[in-house]
């Protein structure tokens, strides 16, 4: 066997095992934890080139109205980051983590935080987290192939916002708020963020990957 086949070989190996339980590996879990804290807070301006509906229309455009820019918050690239970085046990860890500090401790969720945090809308993608980094690093513990992350991502960003909306809705319903505040809290976290979510998503996935082969060989 040469020497880039056994090199080869390794690193297969090391993607597809679990990160050691270790002083370590307890770090990389708190610092985990502490960058969807920072990523709660943090807004990322997103600009792009569009086509502007108005185009079809025959109206004078200018160039302004080719760029868009959206403010995203990346937590869910931050939870897909990582649940394919510390792999299934520990990134449900550092998640369990962050929802135990926001809800006793800390007010670390967008809003605030303590118990009665359970009773607002968006609490539901929180929990999501958990089910999301489960299914994610299942696919991903068969090798971070391109199909593995893109099927890790589509599974996990569309876990946290069908969990996200449900959980909405029966806190919305036990509120009696009507379909029109419902169907603008859908738009406003699950109608085009989404798209944002599945694109930065699987780039911090795909740096993931990196991220743990080059850890490997420091532990």
């Known amino acids: ?12 190996k090391k993607q597809i095992e ?14 985990c934890t502490f960058m969807l804290i920072l990523a709660t807070f ?8 569009i ?19 959206y403010k995203l918050i990346p937590q869910i690239p931050v939870v897909m980051f990582i649940g394919a970085f510390l792999g299934r046990k520990y990134g449900i860890t550092s998640l369990l983590l962050y929802i135990l500090l926001g809800l006793f401790i800390i007010p670390v969720f967008a809003l605030g935080g303590g118990p ?11 929990l999501a987290y958990i089910p999301a980094v489960f299914f994610a690093g299942s696919i991903l513990k068969s090798g971070f192939t391109n199909r593995n992350i893109l099927h890790a991502v589509l ?11 449900l959980y909405m809705l029966f806190i ?3 509120k009696h708020e009507g379909t029109t505040f419902m169907w603008g809290w ?23 990957k990196y991220a743990k082969i080059v850890l490997w060989f420091f532990m």
């Open 186 to 208: 859908i738009c406003a976290q699950s109608g085009v963020k989404i798209i944002y979510d599945f694109i930065f998503s699987f780039a911090a996935v795909f740096a993931a």
């Open 51 to 69: 086509i502007p509906k108005a185009i079809f229309s025959g109206a004078d455009l200018k160039i302004s109205d080719f760029i868009h820019t």
């Open 18 to 31: 679990g990160i050691r339980l270790t002083f370590g590996s307890l770090l990389l879990i708190l610092c």
């Open 42 to 49: 943090v807004q990322l301006d997103v600009t792009h080139f």
């Open 155 to 165: 599974v996990g960003v569309l876990t946290i916002h069908i969990i996200g909306v």
């Open 1 to 12: 066997m040469t020497q880039v086949s056994a090199l080869k070989i390794r690193v297969i």
């Open 116 to 126: 009665k945090y359970v009773f607002e809308y968006g609490f539901g993608y929180i």
């Open 172 to 174: 919305a319903g036990l």
